[in-house]
């Protein structure tokens, strides 16, 4: 068992909650705190770094590319992959983005399919639609059972032939539900698609291994998972990756050019890595992973899923509240109190000093699904405590549509 | 201005009331009638309000869709004070409602119903939901202005 207490001494902004400076954080999902350790590897390179990487005949630049390079072996480690299978990019969006534009953009043809689901973040399904409106190809959802659950069997109907590349997120941002992705790969590529995987809020809170699951592509990013903002990894097979051309041109990805334009790229992953990159965040990231690490994933699941299931017991005792993923294992609890908009309520809570999400947390076609346009989302990290769910619950059981109001006009 | 109108218990009840019930909740086939489509970027507040306007009246003005308490009473209340007014008293009791939103001293008089909002200015991430539907009026107003001076 995880030693929350000893845990919150690690982060600063934990601290100040615990100082009564600061309200409960309750949008893990949205972004994650930062630990000491990863506060003080993004300020030494810039206190005694604060030079570029693969460029300087200096020591300080080959010490810093040492580190940079090492980052990279330590993300691939983490996730199970090859270092050159890892490229940064400037956040999970942009690895979506890297896949649709430099991937499904040059394999698909008029009428292949995309298939996906109706609770993906925008940040999928968008890349992806405008790939499909320029090539031709279609999208199709794998139906979802009542109330926004997958279904494998779901799945199995609705791959065939024409279905060229699968995109669906590991763990769905709003719902929480974690999908079986290494059988829905292996069936995948039964029919010949390529499986991306969206890992935005799965890499943080379970482990990851792209090797054993046989995974195509996964998108995650740093801030979500301790790290830095502003720094995003796209995991893609070798071949795969070797096969794409970048988006971005520039310098760092070409080996050699001439004023004619003939231009030769580096190899994967560096033809993807154009410009200076976010240098301090992968240093920073490379210490948040050491202390995920240092805690366990598993006991990380385990703490998060312990939380998780307390705030649904705790919640469930209420009558005037609508749980939509109490069965979902992962720290996302989604819910309504009935008769008050999301907005309201989650306005209401922060007036109680409890942060949460409201509205349809970028998945506007789940909508549909689970029948509600809006919802608050509660996400759990595992350095929160049962007092701070014990309390979500305490000011839950006395909101009224009154006292929200009450809150706003004040 | 009546006292009742200073006390935030029927601050409370006014929105509460008109979120609830809210007034002139419906739209127009009239092909007639102005629309604005209010959709927030940032939240789920997606309003429709529409208008008629006739001879400088107005003579009917409604709304419906998805919002919040605030953005739902609001447009219900701006909805009541401008139907049946000239557009000039409606562009006033518009002026009005911004300048109270401003929280600068505001007439009473004018907002009637609407000084149920007289602190709402002081959240800044609810000014949006308190303004949606004082945007739509004066939105609507103005593409009526512009028509008839051509």
């Known amino acids: ?410 | 201005m009546n006292d009742y109108l200073n006390d935030p218990r029927i601050h409370r009840e006014i929105i509460m009331d008109h979120y609830q019930h809210p007034h002139n909740r419906r739209l127009s086939e009239d092909p007639s009638y102005l629309k604005a489509h209010m959709a927030s970027e940032s939240c789920i507040d997606d309003l429709t309000v529409m208008m008629k306007i006739e001879n400088g009246k107005i003579v009917d003005v409604c709304f419906d869709g998805v919002g919040c308490t605030v953005s739902t009473a609001s447009t219900s209340i701006l909805t009541t004070l401008t139907l049946g007014k000239s557009v000039d008293e409606a562009k006033a009791i518009i002026a009005q409602y911004y300048t109270m939103i401003d929280l600068k001293p505001f007439d009473g008089e004018v907002l009637q119903e609407a000084v149920a909002f007289q602190n709402v200015g002081k959240q800044a991430n609810r000014i949006n939901c308190a303004t949606i539907g004082a945007k739509a009026i004066l939105q609507m107003i103005h593409e009526k202005e512009h028509h008839d001076e051509k």
Not at chain 1, 201 to 212: A, E, F, I, M
Request: contains cysteine.
């Open chain 1, 1 to 410: 068992m995880l030693d929350t207490a000893r845990i919150r001494q690690d982060f600063p902004v934990l601290r100040k909650t615990d100082c009564g400076e600061l309200g409960i954080y309750f949008d893990n999902a949205a972004t994650t705190y930062k630990p000491q350790t990863v506060i003080d590897a993004v300020m030494a390179y810039y206190t005694e770094g604060s030079v570029n990487i693969h460029r300087g005949e200096y020591d300080r630049s080959f010490a810093i590319s040492e580190a940079y390079d090492a980052a990279r072996a330590k993300v691939a480690r983490f996730i199970h992959a090859d270092p050159h299978e890892i490229i940064f990019t400037s956040g999970a969006t942009a690895s979506m983005n890297l896949i649709a534009m430099g991937y499904a953009e040059a394999v698909l043809q008029p009428d292949d399919v995309i298939l996906t689901l109706e609770s993906e973040h925008a940040s999928s399904l968008l890349p992806l639609m405008r790939v499909a409106s320029k090539t031709g190809a279609r999208i199709e959802y794998i139906p979802l059972l009542d109330g926004g659950r997958f279904d494998l069997e779901a799945y199995k109907n609705a791959l065939h032939d024409r279905v060229k590349l699968v995109a669906v997120a590991h763990v769905s941002n709003v719902l929480g539900y974690i999908l079986p992705i290494a059988e829905m790969a292996r069936l995948a590529h039964s029919v010949g698609a390529v499986i991306c995987v969206d890992g935005a809020q799965s890499v943080p809170h379970l482990k990851t291994d792209v090797t054993g699951w046989d995974i195509d592509f996964l998108s995650f990013s740093s801030h979500k998972m301790l790290g830095p903002t502003g720094l995003g990894i796209l995991y893609g097979k070798k071949a795969l990756l070797d096969q794409m051309d970048p988006v971005l041109l520039g310098g760092g990805s070409n080996a050699r050019f001439d004023r004619t334009g003939q231009l030769v790229l580096k190899g994967t992953p560096y033809k993807f890595e154009s410009g200076t990159p976010a240098i301090e965040a992968v240093l920073g990231l490379s210490a948040a992973i050491d202390y995920l690490e240092g805690l366990g994933m598993d006991a990380i699941y385990e703490a998060e899923h312990a939380l998780k299931a307390r705030m649904v017991q705790g919640l469930s005792t209420l009558d005037h509240i609508v749980l939509y993923n109490a069965d979902a294992p992962t720290g996302i609890v989604t819910f309504n109190v009935k008769g008050i908009p999301a907005q309201d309520v989650a306005f209401y809570l922060n007036a109680n000093g409890i942060m949460v999400r409201s509205g349809n947390h970028c998945a506007k076609v789940l909508v549909d699904v689970i029948h509600t346009p809006d919802t608050v989302r509660a996400s759990l990290a595992f350095y929160n405590t049962p007092a701070e769910v014990d309390r979500l619950i305490d000011v839950l059981r006395s909101v009224t549509l009154e006292a929200c109001i009450a809150v706003t006009i004040a």
